[in-house]
C-alpha cells in the first residue's frame, strides 16, 4: 500500500504596484526574490474635457485591486505557493478624504496629476506669506548654517503636492468643510487608503515616511508633520485627522480573513520611486536610479544626510525607513510627464505602436540615416511639464517646415525624452556638492520606457557615465516592497540585497556621438526658454 506525502508549500511575497498608468500584481519566492508570475491591467484615470481634473474612482481601484488579489492567490495556490506577506507600492501624492462616521470618501481619488491646484500655487508663491518664509530662511540659514533653514528659503508651493488641492476642494465643499468644523474629516493619501481597505480597520489609518515625504505635509529634517509651514499656508491641522507615520517595515498589519479566507501579514509598504530605486539595488549612499515610466525619475541616494534642496526641481524626500533609528534620503529630480509625449505621438499615429520591442525598431529606424538627423537640425518638440516651464500644460513642436515629414516629427518627439531626461540630470547635479558628484558610482535604470535600448544608449552618452539596466525593470517597483518584505520577514537580510539584483545589460557612452548630441540639446533648450518661462 503505497501513500503520498503532501508537497511542502514555498512561501512567497505577493508585491502590489499602484502606478499611475497601470496596477501590478507580482509573486516573488523566498529563493533570491525571483518572480515567479505577474499581472497587470491598466488604471482607468477620469480627466475633465481641459484636463484640469485627473481622478481615480475609488470603487473601480478597489474592485480592481480585489480582483487581481484573488487572481494571484488562486495562482499561487496551483503553483504550491504559501503567500506568507504582502508588500505595496503606491504612486505619490494622490489623496482622498473620508468621512470619519462612515469611511465614505467624499470625493473622488485626486491624483497627483490633477492642475486644479495652479492658480492657488501662483498667488501663494507671489504672496507676502512666502516672501517671508524665505526671507526667514536666509537669514536663519545665514547664521545657523542650519538645512532646514536654508530650505525655508528656497520653499515654493507646488500644484503636485496634496497640500494646495486639499485647500481647493475644501473651499468648494460645504460638506467637507462640515466634517472638518466636527473634526470628522480624515485626509488619507493613497497607500493609507488601500491599507484600510485591505485590515478593514475603521479606527487604524497608516502612511509611512517615504509615500509622505514628497506631499508638502511631511518636514524630512524632523521626520514628523511640517506643522509650522502648514501653518503657514493655510492648512487645518488642528481640525483634520492625519494618518499615523510609521517605519516603512514597521506597519504591523494583517489583512482582513473575510476577504481572502485568511489573514496574510503586510510587511512593507513604499512610495513607487523609492521602491524602483531599492529594487534596482540603489542603496548605497552614491547610487543613482533612474526610473523611466509615466515620468522619469532621478534619484541620488544621499543616505542618512537630508539635502537642503528646493530650487530647480530638486527636492529631498525619505527613501525608506527600516527602523525608527535609521533613515535613508534622497535627493530626487523629475519629469513628470514622459509618457504623454509617446502617447501623443502613438494617436496621430507618428508612432505606430507603443509596445517595447516596437518602439526601440521606430527609433532606430528613426535615426539610422546619420545624414538625416544632422541635416533635421531645426524641427523640435517641446513637451509640457519640464523643469523650468512653470505651469504651462501644453507642448509645441517648432521647426515646421514644407518638408519636414512624419519621420522628423516622430524623431523629434524621441529627441525631446532623451533631453528632458538629460535636463534633470544636469539640475540634479548642480544641487549636489563636488564630493557628492564623486560619490556617484553606478546609475541604474528601470520602468518600462528603460526597455528602449536607444533610448538608454543616448542618455548613457549625454551623462557620460556607464547605465546599468535592471532584469525585469518594468516589476522594479514590486520587486523593491518584495525585498523589504522579506528583510520583515527574515528571508534574507539588507546586506544581502544586493546580491539579489541581475543586471541585464550595461550601456557604456559613445564618445563620438557625444558632442553633437550635447548640441542638439543646447539648442533644444533654447527654444524651450522662448517657448516657456524659463
Known amino acids: 500500500m503505497s501513500s503520498t506525502t503532501p508537497a511542502t508549500k514555498i512561501d512567497a511575497i505577493l508585491a502590489i504596484d499602484v502606478g499611475t498608468t497601470n496596477l501590478k500584481f507580482c509573486i516573488f519566492s523566498n529563493d533570491k526574490c525571483k518572480l515567479v508570475c505577474s499581472r497587470t491591467e491598466e488604471l482607468v484615470l477620469i480627466t475633465s474635457k481641459d484636463d484640469q481634473l485627473v481622478e481615480i474612482e475609488p470603487d473601480q481601484l478597489w474592485k480592481q485591486i480585489f480582483g487581481m488579489f484573488e487572481s494571484l492567490i488562486a495562482e499561487a495556490e496551483k503553483m504550491d505557493l504559501n503567500i506568507l506577506s504582502i508588500g505595496l507600492s503606491c504612486h505619490r501624492n494622490s489623496f482622498v478624504t473620508l ?11 485626486i491624483t497627483w496629476k490633477d492642475k486644479r491646484a495652479q492658480q492657488y500655487c501662483e498667488k501663494w508663491n507671489n504672496s507676502y506669506r512666502r516672501k517671508f518664509l524665505n526671507l526667514f530662511g536666509l537669514i536663519a540659514s545665514t547664521f545657523t548654517r542650519s538645512e ?63 509615500s509622505i515625504s514628497s506631499t508638502g505635509l511631511f518636514d524630512p529634517f524632523t521626520n514628523t508633520w511640517g506643522v509650522q509651514i502648514l501653518q503657514l499656508i493655510g492648512f487645518p491641522f488642528d481640525s483634520i485627522l492625519l494618518p499615523l507615520i510609521s517605519p516603512t517595515s514597521l506597519l504591523s498589519l494583517t489583512t482582513d480573513a473575510e476577504l481572502f479566507g485568511r489573514e496574510i501579514e503586510i510587511s512593507a509598504c513604499l512610495g513607487d520611486a523609492q ?15 533612474l526610473s523611466l515610466g509615466t515620468g522619469a525619475i532621478l534619484d541620488f541616494v544621499s543616505g542618512d544626510e537630508v539635502h537642503a534642496s528646493m530650487c530647480g526641481g530638486v527636492y529631498p524626500l525619505i527613501g525608506w525607513k527600516l527602523d525608527e533609528q535609521s533613515t535613508t534620503y534622497l535627493l530626487e529630480s523629475k519629469f513628470n510627464h514622459l509618457i504623454s509625449s509617446l502617447k501623443w505621438g502613438n494617436l496621430i499615429n507618428l508612432i505606430p505602436s507603443l509596445a517595447p520591442t516596437e518602439l526601440n525598431k521606430l527609433c532606430e529606424e528613426s535615426f539610422n540615416n546619420e545624414k538625416d538627423v544632422e541635416d533635421d537640425d531645426i524641427t523640435c518638440f517641446i513637451p509640457f511639464g519640464l523643469l523650468g516651464n512653470g505651469n504651462d500644460d501644453c507642448s509645441s513642436l517648432f521647426g515646421i517646415r514644407s518638408s519636414t515629414n512624419q519621420k522628423q516629427i516622430a524623431r523629434s518627439i524621441f529627441k525631446s525624452i532623451i533631453f528632458g531626461i538629460y535636463q534633470i540630470w544636469t539640475c540634479l547635479l548642480t544641487q549636489l556638492s563636488l564630493n557628492d558628484v564623486k560619490l556617484i558610482k553606478r546609475i541604474r535604470c528601470c520602468g518600462g520606457i528603460s526597455l528602449n535600448n536607444f533610448i538608454c544608449q543616448q542618455i548613457c552618452t549625454l551623462i557620460n557615465l556607464p547605465l546599468e539596466r535592471v532584469e525585469e525593470p518594468q516589476f522594479c517597483s514590486a520587486k523593491g516592497v518584495a ?7 527574515g528571508f534574507w ?28 540639446y543646447n539648442y533644444w533648450v533654447d527654444v524651450r526658454k522662448r517657448f516657456g518661462k524659463s
Open 483 to 489: 525585498l523589504l518584505a522579506g528583510i520583515k520577514q
Open 148 to 210: 532646514r533653514f536654508k530650505a525655508a528659503r528656497m520653499f515654493n508651493l507646488l500644484d503636485v503636492m496634496i497640500t494646495p488641492r486639499f485647500l481647493v476642494i475644501l473651499e468648494e465643499d460645504p460638506k467637507m468643510q462640515h466634517l472638518l468644523s466636527t473634526n470628522n474629516l480624515i485626509l488619507t493619501t493613497l497607500d493609507c487608503w488601500i491599507l484600510q481597505k485591505l485590515t478593514k480597520n475603521c479606527d487604524l489609518f497608516i502612511t509611512e515616511p517615504s
Open 99 to 109: 468621512n470619519r462616521k462612515t469611511l465614505e470618501p467624499c470625493h473622488k481619488i
Open 275 to 289: 521602491s524602483a530605486a531599492f529594487g534596482s539595488g540603489c542603496i548605497q549612499k552614491g547610487d543613482v536610479n
Open 493 to 520: 537580510t539588507p546586506n544581502q540585497v544586493e546580491d539579489f539584483i541581475v543586471l541585464e545589460r550595461r550601456f557604456d557612452p559613445i564618445q563620438q556621438q557625444r558632442t553633437f548630441l550635447l548640441q542638439q
